[in-house]
Structure formats: C-alpha cells, structure tokens
C-alpha cells in the first residue's frame, strides 16, 4: 500500500503546495493523487488523476530543498489511468524503515478553464516500485 506523506486542498484560486517525508532504504518513488468533481455530473464517486513527481525532485531529510512545479493542470479532461473512487476508499498508512527522504509539489488547477477550489491532493510515496526490504 502506498505511503501517505501530506495531503492539501486547492485555495479560492485553485493553486496548491504540498510536501512530506518518508523512511525507505531505496530511493521514494512520490506522486500526487488529486481527487476531483469536474465534469462528472451527478456521479457519486470522484475522479482521481495521479502525477509522478521526477526523482530529481526527491532530497535527504524530512524538508524538500527543490518542490516540483507541476504547473496548471486542467481537471476537464480525460487523463490516461485515471480511476472513479468512492469518497471512503481515501486511505494510507505510513512507512517504518529507512533513510528520510522528501518531495514537494506546488501547481494550479481548473475546471472548465476556473479555477477549481477546494480540491484534495494527496502526496504520496508509491510502494509498487523496488522498495521491498527482506531481513534475516
């Protein structure tokens, strides 16, 4: 399961910044989930887009010295693997082991070329890549 290492929400003018850390003997693999309502109708469930965030963007410690810009991001359209949640399926748990390491991202987002307030984005750190540990 993937690491929650921060979670924020767009302010009235969509714009966001989220950062966070986390203990893993590789290096972190993060990335963004933003949860949106745009252009999805009546449908209970929101639609989540998730973005990588580039390995040179990830620093020792538990504050990120660089914070990626991912610039605006508009929300209208369809984005490749991106997946319906239903509100309650939001979850994470943190990681244990490992070297501090952290990431930053910053950027804006819209709906329908608006800006598009109150949106959750979650930084995470990806667990599908090599950061599995055996002990003996």
Known sequence: MDDLMGETKSDSNGRFEVSGSNAEFTTIDPKINIYHDCNDGW??????????IPDGFVTDGSIPRKIYDAGTIELAGKFSG???????????????????????????????????????VKLYDDDRGKDVVCLD
């Open 43 to 52: 449908k209970p469930c929101q639609r989540r887009i998730t973005i990588m």
């Open 82 to 120: 991106e997946t319906p949640l239903l509100p309650h399926a939001l979850c994470a748990v943190g990681g244990l082991v490992g070297r501090t390491q952290s990431a930053g991202v910053r950027g804006a987002l819209t709906c329908n070329g608006k800006p598009a307030k109150s949106v959750l």
